[in-house]
């Protein structure tokens, strides 16, 4: 059975030690989800969305992902967004391209 639940989130660091580090962790979401539903993560099934050097612009980058596709497995805001950005996104129905975001 594959879940349905999503999460959205970034790292400097590879993608695989950050997975093994939501396993791990016991105050994750996704650790939360792996123990009340068994799930388990599949690599096959991960995406990176966008790539960025920089800590600022990444965490601008997940925070746009975030607030358009709203993830069921996200928490918190990794930044709040100034006003502006209400009216540039759009909306979740028609999700901007990783392209995009570049």
């Known amino acids: 059975m ?3 639940n999503d999460y959205i989130g970034d790292t400097g660091r590879s993608l695989g030690i950050r997975l093994k580090e939501h396993v ?12 009340l539903t068994g799930h388990r993560i599949d690599p096959n099934n991960t995406k990176i969305l966008a790539s960025e050097d920089s800590d600022i612009k990444r965490r ?8 358009q596709r709203s993830p069921s497995l996200n928490r918190d805001e990794v930044l709040e967004l100034p006003p502006v950005y209400k009216s540039l996104l759009v909306s979740r129905d028609h999700p901007m391209s990783r392209d995009s975001l570049n």
């Open 60 to 67: 601008f980058k997940v925070a746009i992902n975030i607030k």
């Open 24 to 35: 791990a962790r016991s105050n994750s979401a996704i650790y939360e989800q792996f123990s």
């Open 2 to 4: 594959q879940c349905k």
